[in-house]
């Protein structure tokens, strides 16, 4: 079956720690991976995104992930958090084929302190 | 580019009333339409995917005389919640994937709070 899985359910950094999260997912096929970020009451935003080429994805705010094909892993790391940064995040997956839908891990919370 | 809006915001209704929430792309055309649903402190679940022009595919455990879809055009997709119940509570949030670019990415509008008293 299709599943992603995020290992952190909640994790508490203070500020400037190096930031970690893990994801590995079950999907058949060709696969897109991504990560977006949940701000307290507000909604998704893409953080970054993997459709092939180079493992190693930069994204926004500092945020990069590393796709390991071998491990079917797709960790989310930041070498500096910032206070800011406390926010849940989320991994997903598609096929590589248009249409079809998104599978998202269960989130983990972020809680960084000043 | 790639823009989806979804309306309203926010709604608050009675219970037993119907509610319809609506998902446009702004500036594509979107071959497929995804509904999730998510519920506080969890993560997005998949309600149904439709599209353009064919009835909507529901996933397993959610009711589709309840969340009724339709998919009337290439940018614009509606979700009716019939007989709202306070459990339908939720926020409600759209993703589009476009025709142009055929990558299987996503994009997603800024999401419906509904609220039922």
């Known amino acids: 079956a299709q599943s992603v899985s995020q290992h952190n359910h909640h994790v508490i950094l203070s500020e400037a720690a190096s930031l970690e999260l893990g994801c590995n997912y079950s999907y058949g096929g060709t696969v897109n991976l991504f990560w977006y970020v949940q701000y307290p009451g507000q909604h998704l935003q893409l953080l970054l995104k993997?459709?092939?080429?180079?493992?190693l994805v930069k994204g926004i705010k500092g945020f990069e992930a590393e796709f390991i094909k071998s491990k079917f892993s797709f960790n989310l790391r930041k070498p500096s958090v910032q206070w800011s940064d406390t926010a849940e995040y989320f991994c997903a997956v598609n096929s590589n084929q248009a249409g079809t839908a998104l599978i998202f891990g269960k989130g983990t919370t972020l809680s960084v302190s000043s | 580019g790639a823009v989806v809006s979804q309306h309203p915001s926010w709604v608050i209704c009675k219970s037993g009333t119907s509610v319809k929430i609506e998902c446009r792309s702004l500036?594509?055309?979107?071959?497929?339409m995804f509904w999730y649903r998510q519920f506080p402190k969890q993560s997005l679940m998949l309600m149904a995917t439709s599209n353009e022009g064919s009835k909507a595919t529901y996933e397993q455990g959610v009711e589709k005389d309840k969340f009724l879809i339709n998919h009337a055009s290439l940018t614009l997709s509606t979700l009716t919640v019939t007989s709202a119940h306070p459990e339908d509570s939720s926020f409600y949030i759209c993703?589009?994937?476009?025709?142009?670019?055929?990558?299987?990415?996503?994009?997603f509008g800024e999401g419906s709070r509904l609220t039922v008293l």
């Open positions: 993997y459709f092939s080429g180079d493992p």
């Open positions: 500036d594509f055309q979107a071959t497929t």
């Open positions: 993703s589009a994937s476009s025709r142009v670019t055929n990558t299987g990415e996503l994009f």
